[in-house]
């Protein structure tokens, strides 16, 4: 079991947002997130189970970018099945879900679509890395995801967020990239644009 918040939407058509935070952060985190992007939508918004120096974490890292790849995989499994038994609990459509993640919950929301076919319908990836090398990523026809990311983030280099957008191209994902000019902070016009995104995929 996972520490969560669900809330039901009143949009019934509209995709479960599935909101997973960023080092440090909880299950209230993204919350204003998800009402700007979507209001009406059902949300499942999830903790992560790891503790790093008491700051909650969806997987282990061995050291600043380097994941614990071991744990990357378990974790993403969990994640995976947690999504699954949600859905029969609070009756949503498993095969309608679009993660909204910030950092270390978009890498495992990356790592989901990496390692799970079928596992999101669409991802809102803030500031993610490639979550593993040297994996067959399953087929992602049908999956869109916008990525975010910052032209000066000290944690991410430029080109493993090009490396990321082109993992997922590659294995036929629609990918919509938004640069800001900052850093590693998320800011409020990524969120409108990742609106505007939401909008144009998911209510046209």
Known sequence: MMKHIFTKGTNKNA?????????GGNEQDLLPLANMIAPDANILSVRGNILENGMPRFF???????FDEEDLVFRT????EFVNESAKTYKFDRHNVVAIGYSNGANIAASMMYHHKQALNGAILFHAMVPRRGVD???????????????????IPLEETKELARDLEKANAEVTEYWVDGG?????????????????TYRS
């Open 60 to 66: 282990r890292r061995l050291a600043e970018g380097v």
């Open 184 to 200: 590693h902070q998320l800011v409020r016009e990524e969120v409108e644009k990742a609106k505007e995104w939401f909008d144009l």
């Open 137 to 155: 990523i399953p087929e992602l026809s049908g999956t869109s995801v916008f990525i975010g990311a910052g032209k000066r983030d000290p944690l």
């Open 77 to 80: 499994k969990e994640l995976t």
């Open 15 to 23: 995709p479960t947002l599935l909101l997973l935070h960023g080092t």
